[in-house]
């Protein structure tokens, strides 16, 4: 945005806290740069004011403004709908709409009347319908005939601890059907790189794969199948139309308490969106390497169930494909007037 010329009146790193202890830590500070917003805004009376993300930090303010008569969006939906669902009276009396990615959303928030409008995924306005696989093959170096598959054991340090070694046990495993078969790591930076190398030097120095710097969606678009951490990839991987398998461990109490928490049925977005188990998660104990090997076996067979998988992205892929950029610009607009 600064690039685009706005102004920054302070570094969004100052928000970008995660954990209660690090939010204690920076309390004050993030107490003072609200006040000081809430004021500058109040002044300044904007003929809507947009919050984009940092739902626990922007929603109190959205709130103050809303209480001043200066009209407030929220861009966009924080899953309230997963978890700590009671936030969604407190986003109803702080704002004039909400811009939701994914139409269950809108549908959560229709339930307690919280006007919402679901203007779809930027990120399936950005990938085509139909990706050729063959060229992102090209740009990676696979051949055309090969067995290809995606590991992608997640962005953050603790998903690539945890995950990293069961994921390579898998595709020793499915070496050992398919001899031909192509694995390939995209690693989202060069210190995860680093932390999955030193992993794959423990459990499997002599597997052969192909380590890329990013390039996550040349690598999903080029795959026959993908095993991965839940998240945002799971999403991009569907509209990338590779078939998966979505595996995912986390601490024993962490895991327990998440349990407790989240009310949704599925932790991946491919399944929240079908409202099914299109494809399927092997979360704690489950995420070992002969189930995971299991499960993939026929997405990498290409046949009946990989076909049945893409055709199903497909038509989600549409669903949310609906120009978010402009639809939001709209109901900004909307409200302004």
């Keep these: 945005m600064q690039a685009e010329g706005c102004e920054a009146w ?17 309390l004050r500070r993030l107490l003072h740069i ?61 704002t004039h709409m909400v811009l939701a990615f994914l139409p269950f959303e809108k549908a959560f928030y229709d339930k307690f009347n919280v006007p919402c409008r679901f203007i779809g995924h930027t990120m399936a306005d950005a990938m085509p319908l139909d990706p050729d696989k063959n060229a992102a093959r090209d740009v990676l170096g696979i051949p ?20 990293s070694a069961d994921f390579l046990k898998t595709a020793q495993l499915l070496r050992q059907r398919y001899p031909d078969l192509e694995v390939v790591v995209p690693l989202v930076n060069a210190k995860r790189r680093e932390q ?11 597997l052969a794969v192909h380590l890329l ?6 690598a999903m678009i080029a795959s026959d199948a993908a095993l991965l951490a839940s998240g945002t990839a799971a999403l991009e991987c569907m509209l ?14 962490t895991f327990w308490l998440a349990k407790r928490l989240v ?58 494909r609906c120009n978010a950029d402009e639809q939001a610009a709209d109901a900004v607009l909307e409200l302004a007037q």
């Design 10 to 26: 302070y570094e969004m790193e100052e928000l970008a806290v995660m954990g209660i202890v690090e939010v204690l830590g920076r």
């Design 34 to 94: 609200r006040a000081d917003l809430t004021r500058r805004f109040t002044e300044l009376k904007p003929d809507v004011f947009v919050g984009i993300d940092a739902p626990d930090f922007n929603i109190t303010l959205e709130g103050n403004l809303k209480k001043q008569g200066i009209k407030t969006i929220h861009y966009v939906s924080p899953s309230v709908w997963a978890w700590r669902q009671k936030r969604v009276f407190k986003i109803g009396r702080s």
């Design 144 to 163: 055309h005939d090969a067995h290809c598959l995606a590991l992608l054991p997640g962005s953050r340090g603790a998903e690539v601890e945890m995950l």
């Design 196 to 206: 999955f190398e030193k992993i794959k030097a423990e459990v499997a120095p002599d």
């Design 213 to 218: 710097d990013g390039m996550a969606r040349e």
């Design 240 to 253: 990338a139309k590779c078939p998966m398998v979505v595996g995912y461990r986390m601490k024993p109490f």
């Design 263 to 320: 009310k949704t049925e599925y932790v991946s977005l491919p399944n929240l969106l079908a409202g099914r188990e299109l494809v399927k998660e092997l979360l704690q104990e489950e995420c070992e390497p002969q189930k995971l090997a299991e499960a993939l076996l026929p997405l990498l067979a290409n046949g009946k169930t990989s076909h049945a998988m893409h055709d199903t992205f497909r038509e989600l892929h549409q669903q949310i």
